[in-house]
């Protein structure tokens, strides 16, 4: 019997398309046998003809002209590995209408038009797989679709950034500042340049919204997802953290309830003895909540070439035994639903509020009225001695469940106080 | 378009098998959602039709008689929670040649006769799908065979016993004795009244033979892994074990290297900075050391009737939509290699042993010349203080890497030491 080719057509040759080409000439055989097929690679869009890449076999299938792959015949599935939206958003659509299956990394454009893609692919009859876009090399996408299919989720609770992770794991272990641990992050590779993506915790809202799209199908857009960065955690927050048994993390978070559907990313107080707690320096780790199977957790490489193609070539793979099986457009999407989302204020958690307030009798007590006003009440408190230069001493307060809309509320009043210099931080505390 | 139905046949209706018959009645809708498929339950296989099983729907389709499961045309997957291996397996191949496909919860049948059950549904064209016999609610198998599939597996390294691992838990954090965190473990339902299959670390095996078949894809059998339970770890080991920065885990690992593989099951001194190492209580987690992906970690419940069913669901899921689609006989089987398999004898590890001496000068000297003379060299040292009754002291010594044939043999010398009163525990040590 006449082994079937895949074509594949690849959109960009970067650190990750060069992986994935190199991976397809290299393990040949190996594909061959996960799928079913002889996986090709048909041409390469790049924007550099005569650019070393440093992989001979690739340079006859270069091009500059995305209408090679889109367009050739011999290309079964279209991988997208150019990342940002324009113009992998067009391309992408283009090979959904050309009849082409699409297996993309792209987390911009899954996370914005995403429901838009699988409609397309869905009336197209192509599949549109995404497990690159989240989590790297770490299962996740196909997991919530296939293996936690009978459940219902509860909630998505992960750390899907590794460049945070990096930064606070270093603040939380050696005490250093946001700032140093960030240049180092950048030394090292971990974060861009120009970081902002990374620690103001978009990154981690496109992800957020894709897996929060498949965990409760439904379109969770990043637009959906409440966002805020580790840029205003200090060193001092780290210490009062590891003083009450939790540890912080960057963590974005999905929950369903009967109410609707609340999506966050955001520092947190973590208990320190949790699994998640314990994800350090640049991995991820996502845990589903589930009513069968309880809590699952996936933790693994969140970024990196090989990562990265493993769950680019797991999807090419899939795609390939469904070509072969003859198995057109794939009924999973995220479509089925159109849950309500909830916005932040309606948030019910406990919260950790530093500030920093005038030494004198009764400044606690007028603390403590504020927030009882707001039905706000207080699970522990640490007070610090004054610091004699500026006689101010530094209070720390965890508080039972409350209202995010009460503590935003709390946290403007307080700051009215006479007695309160300034309000350090306030992170979210999960339990 | 009328709804295609898939029609289930269930053999067992115990813990497990109640939970899966009550979920397919709950979640109707849902189900047939995520398998594109109407699932029905059509008959279920019982020992006493008069047991009362809370499930009132259940009671029309009671039978005693297993052909009215295995012959009925109307069942197009047949799910098996019997447990055991009579008549488990007579069943399994009945199913099959009848040409119905097969979800199995049953790992002694699959780490004995998985190949050829394999084989026999590959000749049928009928797909076997068994993600319930490891580690319970935790998605693993799917993941090997599909997320991870464009990886070289390099090694398998997991607590998939939760019986076990409950234990040491117990005996690491509060410091009992095996047989007071055992006799805890029967009160609270977590070891059976003859826990031997646990303990002895041999449920661990057949969990194991089955994942290294899945991960190296050849047949791996339960007898190719070589087992030692927990019964002989006592609470001083705990002690040390905290004391050098370890903690003590009952690890199944398979590690495949140009020689072979090599499967085994022991308790092993794991570093308690490690993912594995947090495992705690009754949950399981996996590691799987890849080419490509680096390693990923799957961690959640182990067993239990509700997890136990999300894993036969999602297989009696992915069975239904291949129905739909077509599709028949999966290609994924673990029958492409025949890799050899490697005696324990030529494992090299860093061993922990722990030994009673008399207290006299020059013991430590005549036992590092055995050792020595072995080419054993020692990592650390730690001798503690005489026990004026006996006039015995403790050595406990943590080696380099050495040949396990080479400690072996040393364990036999230095029990034949005069100067050594008792040899108390061998532990392997994993990096």
């Keep these: 019997m006449a082994t079937r080719t895949i074509g594949i057509g690849l959109l960009g040759a970067g650190?990750?398309?060069?992986?994935?080409?190199?991976?397809?000439?290299?393990?040949?055989?190996?594909?061959?046998?996960?799928?079913?097929?002889?996986?090709?690679l048909r041409n390469v869009l790049v924007r550099d003809l005569h650019k070393s890449r440093g992989i001979d076999s690739?340079?006859?299938?270069?091009?500059?002209?995305?209408?090679?792959?889109?367009?050739?015949?011999?290309?079964?599935?279209?991988?997208?590995?150019?990342?940002?939206?324009?113009?992998?958003?067009?391309?992408?659509f283009q090979a959904i209408s050309n009849g082409k299956h699409v297996v993309t990394a792209n987390?911009?454009?899954?996370?914005?038009?995403?429901?838009?893609?699988?409609?397309?692919?869905?009336?197209?009859?192509?599949?549109?797989?995404?497990?690159?876009?989240?989590?790297?090399?770490?299962?996740?996408?196909?997991?919530?679709?296939?293996?936690?299919?009978a459940n219902e989720v509860i909630a998505v609770n992960g750390i899907i950034n590794g460049t945070t992770n990096y930064i606070l794991t270093r603040m939380a272990r050696d005490g250093i500042d946001f700032l140093d641990a960030l240049a180092e992050a950048q030394g090292l590779g971990y974060a861009e340049p120009d970081p902002t993506n990374d620690v103001e915790g978009i990154d981690a809202t496109y992800k957020l919204a894709i897996l929060a799209s498949v965990a409760f199908q439904t379109p969770v857009f990043d637009s959906n997802v409440y966002c805020e960065g580790i840029t205003k955690l200090?060193?001092?927050?780290?210490?009062?953290?590891?003083?009450?048994?939790?540890?912080?993390?960057?963590?974005?978070?999905?929950?369903?309830?009967?109410?609707g559907i609340q999506a966050r990313v955001h520092p947190a107080f973590i208990s320190s003895d949790t699994m998640i707690a314990k994800v350090d320096g640049v991995l991820n780790a996502i845990e589903?909540?589930?009513?069968?199977?309880?809590?699952?957790?996936?933790?693994?490489?969140?970024?990196?070439?090989?990562?990265?193609?493993?769950?680019?070539?797991?999807d090419v793979i899939d795609c390939s035994r469904g070509i072969l099986?003859?198995?057109?457009?794939?009924?999973?999407?995220?479509?089925?639903?159109?849950?309500?989302i909830r916005p932040i204020m309606d948030l019910e958690t406990k919260y950790y509020i530093r500030m920093n307030v005038v030494e004198r009798p009764g400044v606690l007590a007028e603390i403590t009225r504020v927030l009882g006003d707001l039905e706000i009440s207080i699970a522990s408190v640490i007070q610090k001695e004054v610091d004699f230069t500026t006689l101010q001493a530094e209070i720390v307060l965890i508080s039972n469940r409350a209202k995010e809309s009460a503590i935003q509320q709390a946290i403007t009043e307080l700051a009215e106080l006479e007695a309160v210099a300034e309000i350090g931080t306030m992170v979210r505390v999960e339990d």
């Design 15 to 40: 650190v990750v398309g060069g992986g994935v080409a190199r991976t397809i000439f290299e393990k040949g055989k190996s594909l061959l046998y996960a799928s079913g097929a002889s996986i090709e």
């Design 234 to 259: 200090t060193s001092r927050d780290f210490v009062y953290a590891a003083e009450l048994g939790y540890t912080i993390k960057l963590i974005a978070v999905a929950r369903k309830d009967v109410e």
């Design 58 to 92: 690739l340079s006859d299938l270069l091009t500059t002209n995305p209408q090679d792959v889109l367009e050739n015949p011999e290309v079964d599935v279209v991988v997208e590995v150019l990342g940002g939206q324009v113009p992998a958003k067009d391309y992408i």
């Design 288 to 314: 589903i909540e589930t009513d069968l199977a309880g809590r699952v957790l996936f933790h693994g490489q969140g970024a990196g070439a090989m990562p990265t193609t493993s769950s680019i070539l797991a």
């Design 325 to 340: 099986d003859g198995k057109d457009s794939s009924s999973i999407g995220f479509l089925r639903r159109n849950t309500q």
């Design 107 to 149: 987390k911009d454009v899954m996370a914005k038009y995403g429901p838009e893609i699988l409609e397309a692919a869905h009336a197209k009859q192509v599949r549109v797989l995404f497990e690159a876009t989240v989590a790297g090399g770490t299962p996740i996408i196909a997991p919530l679709q296939r293996d936690l299919s």
